[in-house]
Every structure is written in structure tokens, then in C-alpha cells.
């Protein structure tokens, strides 16, 4: 197993588009997050999985994003009619149970809108 | 509520100095503590946690931090600074109790000059 990936790593869009990013965590891992990171911030958490189970959604994730992940594997991430304010990395990351060891992070997809 | 404060935006050492990156934390119960390492376009390296026990953790590359539950802090430090050390940091808390995701401060960046 080769850690978190996250497709695509770079990805430039239209305001008003619509554009999905994915993410295979570790395979044993059940627990799957997402995170948002601007410039000159921490990431900040928009939703996490265990298993199939989207457990906990932040305010962050207004109603133009949404995840999924359907078989407890990969995740998706779409944003809908995306906005400037959207440019940013997004993060994935896993872990095994609720992470008292931490996560495992991806490299990221990092969005930019024009 | 889970919170993080790093106070300083960037820290500048010289290269063989000893290095400290400042952190505390704000947690209901008690914490679980990370600190994690980015390097550019890159996601995040995990480099130690305090999970229970010794209040002086070692991890990844010869960092280590040092546990204060009298003042609410665990702050990253190196004995002898690499010019390679320079990245961004930071650090992490959650609650033991519940299932609350990490939430992450918002960064130092460490500059090491040879």
C-alpha cells in the first residue's frame, strides 16, 4: 500500500463549473476525511466517513459540495457551480478508528477558479 | 470547543541553533497532541504525537516536543536545526473523548539559514 492518494493533483476550472475530486485512503483504513486548506491557514475540516457513513459535516460544506463514499473505499468530493473563494488545496486523509494515532494524509487536490 | 493557537507566523533560526515551534491547545477533556510537517505543494507529514505518558515525545527527524498540561501547550523543538527543516508545521488536538476530528492550528513556517 502506497498511503493516501488524491486525483487529479491539480486542477483549474471555470467559475460556474462543476469539478469531482477523488481520494483511496489506506486500504485497511475505515475512516476517511476531508479537509479544506487556503493560503497561510491549517487545514480546516469540512466532512469525514466511517465506512460508507458520512458522520460529521462542518459548516464549511455549504450546499454546493457534497462527498460520497459509496463502498467504504475511495471518496468523491464535488463541488457544484464553483466560486472564486473555492481556490484552494483539498486534503484527504485516513485513519484506523478515530485516529488516536493520527492520520495519514494525501497530497492533495489543489483547486483554482478563474 | 477544540482550538489551536500558533503565535508565531514564522520562526528564523540559524542553521545548528536549537529550534522551538510554539503551540497550545484548548480542549474540554484531556488531549490527544500532534504536530505535522508540509512541504511545499505537498500534503502533511506526520512528525509525533502525545497520546499518554511521558511528557517529552521523539519523533520523526530528530524533533521531539514537550507535553504541559499546566499551560496548555506542546511545543515542537530540535536540539541542532537543518537548512532542510525549513517547511511549514503544524500542530494538531483532539478530545480523547467522542469522536471529534483533529483540528489543526494555522501554521509556522521555519526558516533555517545556512
Known amino acids: 500500500d502506497t498511503g493516501v492518494s488524491q486525483n487529479p493533483r491539480h486542477k483549474i476550472t471555470k467559475r460556474g463549473q462543476n469539478v469531482t475530486f477523488r481520494c483511496d485512503p489506506i486500504?485497511?483504513?475505515?475512516?476517511l476525511y476531508w479537509y479544506r486548506q487556503t493560503l497561510g491557514q491549517g487545514p480546516e475540516f469540512l466532512t469525514y466517513?466511517?465506512?460508507?457513513?458520512?458522520?460529521?459535516k462542518s459548516r464549511l460544506l455549504s450546499d454546493r459540495f457534497s462527498a460520497e463514499r459509496p463502498k467504504g473505499s475511495f471518496s468523491t468530493l464535488e463541488i457544484q457551480r464553483t466560486e472564486q473563494g473555492d481556490s484552494a488545496m483539498y486534503l484527504c486523509a485516513s485513519s484506523l478508528g478515530p485516529g488516536s494515532h493520527g492520520y495519514t494524509f494525501g497530497s492533495g487536490t489543489r483547486l483554482t477558479v478563474v | 470547543a477544540q482550538s489551536v493557537a500558533q503565535p508565531e507566523d514564522q520562526v528564523n533560526v540559524a542553521e545548528g541553533n536549537p529550534l522551538t515551534v510554539k503551540c497550545t491547545y484548548s480542549v474540554s477533556g484531556n488531549p490527544y497532541l500532534f504536530w505535522y510537517v508540509q512541504y511545499p505543494n505537498r500534503g502533511l507529514q506526520f512528525l509525533l504525537k502525545y497520546i499518554t505518558g511521558d511528557n517529552l515525545v521523539k519523533g520523526s527527524y530528530g524533533f521531539e516536543a514537550e507535553f504541559n498540561k499546566s499551560q496548555t501547550s506542546f511545543h515542537l523543538k530540535k536540539p541542532s536545526a537543518l537548512v532542510s527543516d525549513s517547511a511549514l508545521y503544524f500542530c494538531?488536538?483532539?478530545?480523547?473523548?467522542?469522536?471529534?476530528?483533529?483540528?489543526f492550528g494555522k501554521g509556522t513556517r521555519l526558516s533555517v539559514i545556512a
Open positions: 486500504s485497511e483504513h475505515n475512516r
Open positions: 466517513f466511517q465506512n460508507e457513513a458520512q458522520l460529521e
Open positions: 494538531a488536538v483532539r478530545d480523547i473523548r467522542g469522536n471529534t476530528p483533529l483540528v
